[in-house]
Protein backbone atom coordinates (compact mmCIF):
# COMPACT_ATOMS: atom_id res chain seq x y z
CA UNK A 1 0.00 0.00 0.00
CA UNK A 2 2.06 3.66 -0.96
CA UNK A 3 -0.84 5.54 0.83
CA UNK A 4 -3.84 6.52 2.35
CA UNK A 5 -6.64 6.61 0.36
CA UNK A 6 -5.10 5.78 -2.87
CA UNK A 7 -8.18 6.38 -5.21
CA UNK A 8 -9.43 3.66 -7.24
CA UNK A 9 -9.73 3.96 -11.07
CA UNK A 10 -12.57 4.04 -12.70
CA UNK A 11 -12.57 0.88 -14.33
CA UNK A 12 -11.62 -1.06 -10.90
CA UNK A 13 -14.40 0.86 -8.81
CA UNK A 14 -17.04 -0.56 -11.25
CA UNK A 15 -15.73 -3.80 -11.27
CA UNK A 16 -16.43 -3.74 -6.98
CA UNK A 17 -19.51 -5.55 -5.54
CA UNK A 18 -22.09 -3.30 -3.72
CA UNK A 19 -20.73 -5.36 -0.56
CA UNK A 20 -17.62 -4.66 -1.24
CA UNK A 21 -17.96 -1.07 -1.31
CA UNK A 22 -20.16 -1.29 1.96
CA UNK A 23 -17.32 -3.16 3.26
CA UNK A 24 -15.31 -0.45 2.73
CA UNK A 25 -17.82 2.42 3.43
CA UNK A 26 -18.59 0.26 6.99
CA UNK A 27 -14.78 1.18 7.97
CA UNK A 28 -14.64 4.82 6.53
CA UNK A 29 -18.19 5.57 8.52
CA UNK A 30 -17.11 4.20 11.96
CA UNK A 31 -14.09 6.35 11.68
CA UNK A 32 -15.74 9.10 10.88
CA UNK A 33 -17.92 8.60 13.71
CA UNK A 34 -15.05 7.75 16.33
CA UNK A 35 -13.21 10.82 14.65
CA UNK A 36 -15.91 13.14 15.74
CA UNK A 37 -16.92 11.54 19.29
CA UNK A 38 -13.08 12.16 19.59
CA UNK A 39 -13.46 15.80 18.70
CA UNK A 40 -16.03 16.51 20.86
CA UNK A 41 -13.98 15.10 23.92
CA UNK A 42 -14.42 13.88 26.91
CA UNK A 43 -15.51 10.09 28.16
CA UNK A 44 -14.50 7.05 29.28
CA UNK A 45 -13.63 3.78 26.41
CA UNK A 46 -16.90 2.27 27.65
CA UNK A 47 -19.07 5.47 26.74
CA UNK A 48 -17.48 6.26 23.93
CA UNK A 49 -17.66 2.90 22.38
CA UNK A 50 -21.54 3.39 23.25
CA UNK A 51 -21.79 6.07 21.30
CA UNK A 52 -20.21 5.45 18.11
CA UNK A 53 -22.56 1.87 18.23
CA UNK A 54 -25.62 3.90 18.44
CA UNK A 55 -24.48 6.19 15.43
CA UNK A 56 -23.52 3.07 13.33
CA UNK A 57 -26.08 1.06 14.23
CA UNK A 58 -28.04 -0.13 11.30
CA UNK A 59 -31.31 2.25 12.36
CA UNK A 60 -29.13 4.81 13.09
CA UNK A 61 -27.18 4.63 9.37
CA UNK A 62 -30.75 4.02 8.00
CA UNK A 63 -32.22 6.93 9.28
CA UNK A 64 -28.99 9.13 7.97
CA UNK A 65 -29.37 7.72 4.97
CA UNK A 66 -33.15 9.16 4.40
CA UNK A 67 -32.08 12.51 5.49
CA UNK A 68 -29.27 12.65 2.86
CA UNK A 69 -31.24 11.46 -0.02
CA UNK A 70 -32.55 14.46 -1.39
CA UNK A 71 -28.73 15.94 -1.47
CA UNK A 72 -27.49 12.97 -3.26
CA UNK A 73 -26.59 13.22 -7.19
CA UNK A 74 -28.20 11.12 -9.38
CA UNK A 75 -24.85 9.14 -9.52
CA UNK A 76 -24.68 8.67 -6.01
CA UNK A 77 -28.53 7.39 -5.73
CA UNK A 78 -27.23 4.99 -8.56
CA UNK A 79 -24.52 3.33 -5.67
CA UNK A 80 -27.51 3.39 -3.15
CA UNK A 81 -29.75 1.22 -5.08
CA UNK A 82 -27.01 -1.08 -5.49
CA UNK A 83 -26.09 -1.27 -2.03
CA UNK A 84 -29.82 -1.24 -0.98
CA UNK A 85 -30.29 -4.27 -3.61
CA UNK A 86 -27.67 -6.14 -2.31
CA UNK A 87 -28.00 -9.94 -1.49
CA UNK A 88 -26.95 -10.13 2.33
CA UNK A 89 -26.90 -13.15 4.46
CA UNK A 90 -29.23 -12.18 7.82
CA UNK A 91 -29.67 -9.13 9.78
CA UNK A 92 -28.43 -8.34 13.47
CA UNK A 93 -31.21 -8.48 16.29
CA UNK A 94 -33.10 -5.43 16.46
CA UNK A 95 -33.02 -4.52 12.88
CA UNK A 96 -35.87 -4.31 10.54
CA UNK A 97 -34.66 -5.57 6.95
CA UNK A 98 -35.50 -2.52 5.33
CA UNK A 99 -33.16 -0.53 7.80
CA UNK A 100 -30.87 -2.98 7.48
CA UNK A 101 -30.49 -3.04 3.53
CA UNK A 102 -30.78 1.32 4.09
CA UNK A 103 -27.62 1.32 5.90
CA UNK A 104 -25.88 -1.28 3.56
CA UNK A 105 -26.85 1.47 1.02
CA UNK A 106 -25.15 4.50 2.96
CA UNK A 107 -21.98 2.08 3.60
CA UNK A 108 -21.42 1.35 -0.03
CA UNK A 109 -22.31 5.14 -0.81
CA UNK A 110 -19.44 6.43 1.36
CA UNK A 111 -17.00 3.29 0.37
CA UNK A 112 -17.27 4.03 -2.79
CA UNK A 113 -16.67 7.97 -2.84
CA UNK A 114 -13.82 6.46 -0.36
CA UNK A 115 -12.26 4.77 -3.15
CA UNK A 116 -13.26 6.83 -5.83
CA UNK A 117 -10.80 9.49 -3.79
CA UNK A 118 -13.35 12.21 -3.22
CA UNK A 119 -13.13 12.23 0.25
CA UNK A 120 -14.54 16.17 0.30
CA UNK A 121 -17.69 14.98 -0.79
CA UNK A 122 -17.87 11.96 2.25
CA UNK A 123 -16.94 15.04 4.78
CA UNK A 124 -19.35 16.73 3.10
CA UNK A 125 -22.07 14.30 3.85
CA UNK A 126 -20.94 13.32 7.23
CA UNK A 127 -21.41 16.87 8.03
CA UNK A 128 -24.64 17.10 6.67
CA UNK A 129 -25.60 13.87 9.28
CA UNK A 130 -24.15 15.75 11.84
CA UNK A 131 -26.00 18.73 11.10
CA UNK A 132 -29.47 17.40 10.57
CA UNK A 133 -28.78 14.97 13.64
CA UNK A 134 -28.47 17.99 15.84
CA UNK A 135 -31.18 19.83 14.37
CA UNK A 136 -33.63 17.43 15.44
Not at 29 to 52: I, Q
Not at 61 to 69: G, I, K
Not at 85 to 104: K, L
Request: hydrophobic letters at 45%; glycine letters at 8%; one cysteine or more.
Amino acid sequence: MTGICVPLEARELQSLGPLELAHVGDAVYELLVRTELARRGGGRVGDLHRAAVAYVAAPAQAAALERLLPRLTEEERKVCHRGRNAHVHGYPAGCAPAQYHAATALEALFGWLWLAGRTDRVRELFAIILEEEHAS
